[in-house]
């Protein structure tokens, strides 16, 4: 991956991500032709792969809480780790860290978890650990947003590549107004995202609960 592989603008909303129609049409291109020329061993796995990719880019439409408060989940996955740090490479001072992990047959489309503005997005190039262990936080490949919420609040959130996630899409930048639920980046093909909140927050969700990008409340900001 290169800095190259966060740009802008954010695609429309459509039910398959438009990251995933280079698979899914190259994977039917092949059968089709695997199947003329009676390569039919080649035509089902070439399928496989095509049905796969369209299971995996899904872009499904997701009904936002009305809770201005509320922080909500920018990724599908599980909950690995709860925990505090001493501060983030945007800010000074403990936060609240909640880390999702993204298997393979999750949702991988990433929404923003508030409304405010994003203040900073940086890129860092790393590792390809198992995005399940703690110092993928620190090692992996990764791209951090910084956000200020509608109501002043830090957030920081970070999409982290895993052992078999070789690509990071963002489709925001410094500057850009953001809002609740909206579709930030992608990551292909599992991952995890680490969620950075003020100490005061009040949690809503515990280790290894599963949780769903732009629905399930992280947790409510003072």
Not at 14 to 23: L, N, V
Not at 117 to 133: I, N, T
Request: hydrophobic fraction near 45%; charge should be positive.
């Amino acid at each position: 991956m290169s800095q190259d592989s966060c740009y802008r603008p954010a695609p429309r909303t459509y039910y398959i991500a438009r990251e995933g129609w280079p698979f899914v049409g190259g994977g039917f291109i092949v059968a089709i032709i695997a199947q003329l020329l009676g390569w039919s061993i080649l035509a089902w796995v070439a399928s496989f792969f095509a049905a796969f990719s369209l299971y995996f880019f899904r872009n499904p439409w997701r009904k936002i809480p009305d809770d201005p408060k509320a922080v909500i989940s920018p990724a599908d996955g599980r909950v690995v780790q709860i925990c505090e740090i001493a501060k983030s490479e945007f800010t000074n001072g403990p936060m609240r860290q909640v880390s999702i992990f993204m298997s393979p047959l999750n949702v991988h489309v990433n929404r923003f978890p508030v409304s405010g503005v994003v203040k900073d997005v940086k890129y860092h190039p790393g590792k390809f650990l198992m995005a399940s262990l703690d110092k993928a936080s620190l090692e992996n490949e990764r791209n951090s947003f910084y956000m200020e919420s509608s109501s002043g609040s830090p957030i920081v959130f970070t999409q982290i590549a895993g052992w078999l996630a070789r690509r990071i899409i963002c489709y925001a930048q410094a500057g850009d107004k953001a809002v609740v639920g909206d579709r930030c980046g992608l990551i292909r093909f599992g991952s995890r995202v680490d969620v950075l909140l003020p100490i005061d927050t009040v949690l809503n969700v515990s280790k290894n609960q599963n949780v769903r990008a732009g629905e399930t409340i992280l947790g409510r900001l003072p």
